[in-house]
T-cell receptor, first 116, second 112 residues
Framework: GAVVSQHPSWVICKSGTSVKIECRSL??????MFWYRQFPKQSLMLMAT?????????EQGVEKDKFLINHASLTLSTLTVTSAHPEDSSFYIC????????????FGPGTRLTVL | KQEVTQIPAALSVPEGENLVLNCSFT??????LQWFRQDPGKGLTSLLL?????REQTSGRLNASLDKSSGRSTLYIAASQPGDSATYLC???????????FGTGTRLTIIP
């Protein structure tokens, strides 16, 4: 299957700093990427839909000024957590797709964010 | 609004047994349904995708079925192995939407 990478895989930062997470589709062009958040032992919660060349669409309750999303190319989307606080600590996962031939969404390995 | 539920939330079975994981959804107007596996602290691995026009898909020891009218899908795992231990998630995509709605997941433990 197609490969989606995320960088970094984990990050620890101080409260008040901003953190950028990258999501790349390595072997197909993704006009749409998705950002999820996952708390321990819970399922994935969709945060936003990222469309190449346009503004992201945020789910209800997600602060767009807090979680900045940029989809600058067909293979790269970034999520910036601005002025991070301990409650933003979570596992962030991106996905790309659906991939044209398989209609499948492919997921990145996730980024563990810990805010001290 | 689509809601997806998975039962049971956790399951432990001895190695070698066959098992079934269940997924139910409230809105039957789905485009497709996808089963994923997630290992602790990792991302999701796509296992099987069933289009709305299909009734089942098979990959190795895995077989997924879809009954759209009753809003159900099952994932059948044959001859379970310890390496199958993981959390299994189903996700539904509705028509006119690329978003996936995820189920609550089933945490599977295969006992050697």
């Amino acid at each position: 299957g197609a490969v989606v990478s995320q960088h970094p895989s984990w990050v620890i930062c101080k409260s008040g700093t901003s953190v950028k997470i990258e999501c790349r589709s390595l072997d197909f062009q993704a006009t749409t990427m998705f950002w999820y958040r996952q708390f321990p032992k819970q399922s994935l919660m969709l945060m936003a839909t990222s469309n190449e060349g346009s503004k992201a669409t945020y789910e209800q309750g997600v602060e767009k000024d807090k979680f900045l999303i940029n989809h600058a190319s067909l293979t790269l989307s970034t999520l910036t957590v601005t002025s991070a606080h301990p409650e933003d600590s979570s596992f962030y996962i991106c996905s790309a797709g659906p991939e044209y031939l398989t209609d499948t969404q492919y997921f990145g390995p996730g980024t563990r964010l810990t805010v001290l | 609004k689509q809601e997806v539920t998975q039962i049971p939330a956790a399951l432990s079975v001895p190695e070698g047994e066959n098992l079934v994981l269940n997924c139910s959804f409230t809105d039957s107007a789905i485009y497709n349904l996808q089963w994923f596996r997630q290992d602790p602290g990792k991302g999701l691995t796509s296992l099987l995708l069933i289009q709305s026009s299909q009734r089942e898909q098979t990959s190795g020891r895995l077989n997924a079925s879809l009954d759209k009218s009753s809003g159900r899908s099952t994932l059948y795992i044959a001859a379970s192995q310890p390496g199958d231990s993981a959390t299994y998630l189903c996700a539904v995509r509705n028509f006119g939407n690329e978003k996936l709605t995820f189920g609550t997941g089933t945490r599977l433990t295969i006992i050697p």
